[in-house]
Nanobody, 121 residues
Framework: QVQLVESGGGLVQAGGSLRLSCAAS????????MGWYRQAPGKQRELVAT???????NFADSVKDRFTISRDKVKNTVYLQMNSLKPEDTAVYYC???????????????WGQGTQVTVSS
């Protein structure tokens, strides 16, 4: 079994900052890309940021220059530092990871349970 556990969400005023964490645990042989997605009420889930095992990053245009993504490969943890938050950043944020549970299994796509981020104006 593999679990992704997110933390760090909450309520913040516009212009403030939050840091999300997501730790992967369980039967993990290797992790490829990790990332964050978000879903606002009435909208589809969208990509926020991803980071490959080599450290290459990708961001949605709406968060570039405000959010940064990093990972600790020893702790199997990915972080999302969110600065200059806007009310439109309000959403449930989901962690995602591409995990291989053994050398004999294909890479699987795993999701966390989500953490609420609310930005007040």
């Amino acid at each position: 079994q593999v679990q992704l556990v997110e933390s760090g969400g909450g309520l913040v005023q516009a212009g403030g900052s939050l840091r999300l964490s997501c730790a992967a645990s369980g039967n993990i042989f290797s992790i490829n890309a990790m990332g964050w997605y978000r879903q606002a009420p009435g909208k589809q889930r969208e990509l926020v940021a991803t980071i490959t095992s080599g450290g290459s990053t990708n961001f949605a245009d709406s968060v570039k220059d405000r959010f940064t993504i990093s990972r600790d490969k020893v702790k199997n943890t990915v972080y999302l530092q969110m600065n200059s938050l806007k009310p439109e950043d309000t959403a449930v944020y989901y962690c995602n990871a591409e995990i291989r549970r053994s050398s004999f299994l294909p890479v699987g796509d795993y999701w966390g349970q989500g953490t609420q981020v609310t930005v007040s104006s």
